[in-house]
T-cell receptor, first 117, second 115 residues
Framework: DTEVTQTPKHLVMGMTNKKSLKCEQH?????MYWYKQKAKKPPELMFV???????INESVPSRFSPECPNSSLLNLHLHALQPEDSALYLC????????????????FGEGSWLTVV | QKEVEQDPGPLSVPEGAIVSLNCTYS??????FMWYRQYSRKGPELLMY????GNKEDGRFTAQVDKSSKYISLFIRDSQPSDSATYLC???????????????FGKGTLLTVNP
């Protein structure tokens, strides 16, 4: 079983709704990620937090707002989404930039299936 | 030319067959190579991780990296129906961290192992 836990597993939201996806890891990892995956495509990086600071924002629209309250938690706040934002949203973590070679390994959660109606 | 090329398949084999999955890449800076298995409607699961060149074995799975040819492989011996999934190769370059947290994925190969 993955040690990266995501909630909810499924979410249906209207285009005017505000919702949040949550992610938690207890592996002591210092880097956490949000990826988006559409059907039959590989995951696409959205955001990276390193030591609780936003390290990478892959030009993601502002209707997606990440938050890292502490080193174990990562949230993705959703507002005014479009139907084309429907996808599997994956949280992931890795040891971080100063780790050993194995620190480059990224571990994924099971994902949150988002449907925007 | 894409940075990572992976044949999307689909690949269908009988139970017990040896499966060979491959990726080629163009970025000679890649040093870290991973294989992920993704079941339908689930998140990717890390199968194998290799740093630089060489072979790594874990049970029925063997990962090979040939940096001179820019070619990586995943072999599955005695394949089982439970191995039916999409297999994604992924790789990254040092230095790890800062702006370089990116994994570059292949498109994934859909494998079906028939009983």
């Amino acid at each position: 079983d993955t040690e990266v836990t995501q909630t909810p597993k499924h979410l249906v939201m209207g285009m005017t709704n505000k919702k949040s996806l949550k992610c938690e890891q207890h592996m002591g990892h210092r880097a956490m990620y949000w990826y988006k995956q559409k059907a039959k495509k590989p995951p696409e990086l959205m955001f990276v937090y390193s030591y609780e600071k936003l390290s990478i924002n892959e030009s993601v629209p502002s209707r997606f707002s990440p938050e890292c309250p502490n080193s174990s938690l990562l949230n993705l706040h959703l507002h005014a989404l479009q139907p084309e934002d429907s996808a599997l949203y994956l949280c992931a973590s890795s040891q971080g930039p100063q780790g050993s070679r194995s620190g480059n390994t990224i571990y994924f959660g099971e994902g949150s299936w988002l449907t925007v109606v | 030319q894409k940075e990572v090329e992976q044949d999307p398949g689909p690949l269908s084999v009988p139970e017990g067959a040896i499966v060979s999955l491959n990726c080629t890449y163009s970025n000679s800076a890649f040093q870290y190579f991973m294989w992920y298995r993704q079941y339908s409607r689930k998140g990717p699961e890390l199968l194998m991780y290799t740093y630089s060149s060489g072979n790594k074995e874990d049970g029925r799975f063997t990962a090979q990296v040939d940096k001179s040819s820019k070619y990586i492989s995943l072999f599955i011996r005695d394949s089982q129906p439970s191995d039916s999934a999409t297999y994604l190769c992924a790789m990254s370059a040092p230095p790890w961290g800062g702006s370089n947290y990116k994994l570059t994925f292949g498109k994934g190969t859909l494998l079906t192992v028939n009983p």
